[in-house]
């Protein structure tokens, strides 16, 4: 049997551990202080997200927060340290930070920082700061360093990302996604594996055994793709400066819609999942999974995916300059996403914002590719535009004036209700979807003209669709 109350003092202990109030606890599971409290005290229990929330945060495994072993337990995802780094160091303070870096390293790069270390050549610090204010002006200001070898647990845990990302760029690799990313890509053109290259000018490309070769050209890896003909949005963003406008524009309304927005499910749905790999599909300017980059927490890589290298390179930047997480690693992918330069079963999640839906006359082949791609037990998560009802008399109106449009709005092929939707997965090959609606379709107008000049997919409905293969 259960024991609340015993489940509600381990709960305290490890928070306490932790150095954390049930404010700032609360804070970090997106809970109120009350149901901390309320756990804590034994009235009611964490729902099972909760509890790998926990788990995930306090370093336990589930049993041990319920069963009551408080022994600390690694994760799954961290790595023992190499033994040629271990026989480096007799000190287990240097052991131990370097074992917070090796969920975000490879043995290679541990076995070099470690030798660095041992020679002198590396020191890892944390600065602190005391500013002594008069009248809201700095009249006297102390500065002290911390060595990160004697960091407590905790704090090496939530440094630890800062650190190897900051390493990284010392040591002159900014790219630390590519690395992983080379483990995951094949040629497009003949299958076979694709390897990072370093040439004599320290360019960055990847080769396959049958002589195709293809650059990273300002952080993003080229496949040569094109936009497709009558579609070049990309070129009214003649500068980064036209990008960021892009970015910062509220956006449409419509798209905003829902008791709760699609951005919103679609991040429960991430952060319950935690994908180790996650891939963005005709991102465009990643509208979409900007949202969930602020708030993974997670060692993660995000593979950025469209057709332009233009708005890819802009997304390079703006993401590595003004939303910078050290937990993400991105990697951007110029290329077809109807025939990814990506292995079969490598990514745990594909997320789309739209996406599918941008491709056009190649949405379904897109929509297989994301399930090639997809390791068995990895989940598509997209947004979707769906008809309310073919029969009903809305829908026909809609349907009508949607078909009265000419060629030059590159129309879809077609208009699925969510019946037919869920059976395009089936087919897919899914075991299962879930799908939740966001926003029902739009009344029909009165007249016989097509409102919309832009967008024109907007009268319809939306749901957010959780796909597992």
């Known amino acids: 049997m259960i024991d609340r109350e015993q489940i509600g003092i381990r709960i305290a202990v490890l928070r306490k551990k932790a150095g954390l109030s049930q404010q700032a606890l609360a804070d970090k599971l997106g809970v109120s202080a009350q149901a901390v409290s309320k756990?804590?005290?034994?009235?009611?229990?964490?729902?099972?997200?909760?509890?790998?929330e926990l788990a995930w945060l306090f370093h336990m495994t589930i049993d041990s927060i319920v069963e009551g072993d408080l022994q600390f337990v690694q994760k799954s995802g961290q790595k023992a340290l190499p033994a040629s780094?271990?026989?480096?160091?007799?000190?287990?303070?240097?052991?131990?930070?370097?074992?917070?870096?090796s969920t975000y390293c490879t043995e290679a790069e541990l076995d070099g920082m470690a030798r660095e270390l041992a020679r002198g050549n590396l020191e890892f610090s944390i600065q602190a700061g005391i500013a002594r204010m008069e009248g809201g002006a700095l009249?006297?200001?102390?500065?002290?360093?911390?060595?990160?070898?004697?960091?407590?647990?905790?704090?090496?845990?939530?440094?630890?990302?800062?650190?190897?990302?900051?390493?990284?760029?010392?040591?002159?690799?900014?790219?630390?996604?590519?690395?992983?990313?080379?483990?995951?890509?094949?040629?497009p053109e003949c299958g076979e594996a694709l390897s990072m290259e370093c040439g004599e000018d320290d360019t960055i490309y990847f080769a396959c055994k049958g002589g195709h070769r293809y650059d990273v050209t300002d952080g993003v890896v080229y496949f040569g793709s094109r936009e497709i003909p009558g579609e070049l949005w990309s070129l009214y963003m003649r500068n980064y400066q036209?990008?960021?406008?892009?970015?910062?524009?509220?956006?449409?309304?419509?798209?905003?819609?829902?008791?709760?927005?699609?951005?919103?499910?679609?991040?429960q749905s991430i952060k319950k999942l935690r994908p180790r790999?996650?891939?963005?599909?005709?991102?465009?300017?990643?509208?979409?999974?900007?949202?969930?980059?602020?708030?993974?927490?997670?060692?993660?890589?995000?593979?950025?995916?469209?057709?332009?290298?233009?708005?890819?390179?802009?997304?390079?930047?703006?993401?590595?300059e003004e939303m910078a997480n050290p937990y993400v690693?991105?990697?951007?992918?110029?290329?077809?996403?109807?025939?990814?330069?990506?292995?079969?079963?490598?990514?745990?999640?594909?997320?789309?914002?739209?996406?599918?839906?941008?491709m056009q006359s190649k949405m379904m082949e897109g929509f297989r590719e994301a399930y090639r791609?997809?390791?068995?037990?990895?989940?598509?998560?997209?947004?979707?535009?769906?008809?309310?009802?073919?029969?009903?008399?809305?829908?026909?109106?809609?349907?009508?004036?949607?078909?009265?449009?000419?060629?030059?709005?590159?129309?879809?092929?077609?208009?699925?209700?969510?019946?037919e939707w869920e059976a395009v997965c089936r087919e897919t090959g899914y075991s299962s979807t879930e799908t939740k609606e966001i926003y029902g379709e739009l009344p029909a107008p009165e007249g016989d003209v097509f409102p919309f000049e832009n967008e024109i997919m907007q009268w319809m409905g939306e749901y957010l669709c959780v796909s597992e293969k």
């Open 39 to 52: 756990w804590e005290g034994g009235k009611n229990l964490p729902d099972i997200d909760m509890f790998r």
């Open 85 to 101: 780094v271990e026989a480096l160091f007799p000190d287990a303070e240097r052991r131990r930070f370097l074992g917070s870096l």
């Open 139 to 187: 009249q006297e200001e102390k500065r002290v360093s911390i060595p990160a070898s004697i960091l407590g647990e905790n704090t090496l845990r939530e440094t630890a990302p800062y650190f190897a990302k900051a390493l990284g760029e010392m040591t002159g690799n900014t790219e630390p996604g590519l690395r992983r990313m080379a483990e995951l890509m094949c040629c």
């Open 242 to 267: 036209d990008y960021l406008r892009e970015q910062r524009h509220p956006g449409n309304p419509r798209y905003q819609m829902g008791a709760v927005p699609c951005s919103e499910v679609r991040w």
């Open 277 to 320: 790999v996650i891939l963005d599909m005709a991102c465009g300017t990643c509208n979409g999974l900007k949202y969930d980059l602020q708030r993974i927490n997670w060692p993660c890589l995000v593979i950025m995916t469209d057709v332009s290298h233009r708005v890819l390179k802009y997304n390079k930047r703006y993401f590595s």
């Open 329 to 358: 690693d991105i990697v951007c992918l110029a290329c077809d996403c109807a025939r990814l330069p990506i292995r079969n079963g490598c990514i745990d999640m594909v997320v789309s914002n739209g996406g599918f839906e941008s």
């Open 373 to 419: 791609v997809l390791k068995p037990g990895g989940h598509a998560v997209y947004n979707i535009s769906i008809v309310a009802d073919h029969a009903s008399e809305n829908t026909k109106k809609w349907e009508h004036l949607y078909n009265s449009l000419d060629e030059s709005y590159s129309l879809h092929e077609t208009l699925f209700d969510i019946g």
